[in-house]
């Protein structure tokens, strides 16, 4: 089974990738947004090609009306923890 990482949350990186999230556009489909009462949520962080990147979804975008995911570059690799399996 593959680690498990994370983030440590109440640092600067987890400020940085959250305010990257919330300032990310998507285009509304009509007619329009939705409540779904669904919120973005912190996947956990990968290494993908040799880079870290901390994954998000909202599994219901009100302005879209689906899943939306936002891959953020990690630049400080220190902030990583590996979480116990």
Same mark, same amino acid.
């Given at each position: 089974?593959?680690?498990?990482?994370?983030?440590?949350?109440?640092?600067?990186?987890?400020?940085? $990738?959250?305010?990257?999230?919330? =300032?990310?556009?998507?285009?509304?489909?009509?007619?329009?947004?939705?409540?779904?009462?669904?919120?973005?949520?912190?996947?956990?962080?990968?290494?993908?090609?040799?880079?870290?990147?901390?994954?998000?979804?909202?599994?219901?975008?009100? $302005?879209?009306?689906?899943?939306?995911?936002? =891959?953020?570059?990690?630049?400080?690799?220190?902030?990583?923890?590996?979480?116990?399996?």
């Amino acid at each position: 089974m593959p680690a498990i990482h994370s983030m440590m949350r109440d640092t600067p990186e987890w400020e940085r $990738a959250w305010s990257i999230v919330f =300032n990310t556009k998507f285009r509304t489909k009509p007619p329009g947004p939705v409540d779904s009462h669904e919120h973005w949520e912190y996947m956990g962080t990968v290494k993908i090609d040799g880079h870290w990147i901390h994954q998000f979804r909202h599994r219901y975008h009100p $302005a879209t009306g689906q899943c939306e995911r936002i =891959n953020v570059p990690c630049p400080d690799p220190t902030t990583i923890i590996q979480l116990e399996t």
